[in-house]
């Protein structure tokens, strides 16, 4: 496990997140030498979909394809008044 000031973790949130991530090791921050937060990857349980188009997907095989029928309401015209010309 790593540590990192709080200062460059603030400036290379992004950059710290991607090694994170690739690597899967959790990254320690601290303040002033001391602790404070972990940054560490979420790990995926196995089955499940990663992607929210993969559930879809896994969802469609279990329960059939969505009706593409599907018609939105009518929507009627609202008339917007502003409430400072009171």
Not at 50 to 56: G, I, N, P, Q, T
Request: aromatic share 6%.
């Amino acid at each position: 496990m790593n540590a990192i000031g709080l200062f460059e973790a603030k400036t290379k949130f992004s950059e710290i997140c991607d090694r994170v991530a690739a690597n899967g090791v959790a990254v320690v921050v601290t303040r002033r030498g001391k602790p404070l937060v972990t940054i560490e990857p979420i790990s995926v349980p196995k089955g499940r979909p990663s992607s929210v188009w993969d559930r879809r997907a896994a969802l469609e095989r279990k329960q059939g394809r969505f009706a593409d029928d599907f018609t939105l309401p009518r929507r009627e015209k609202q008339t917007w008044r502003n409430p400072l010309d009171d």
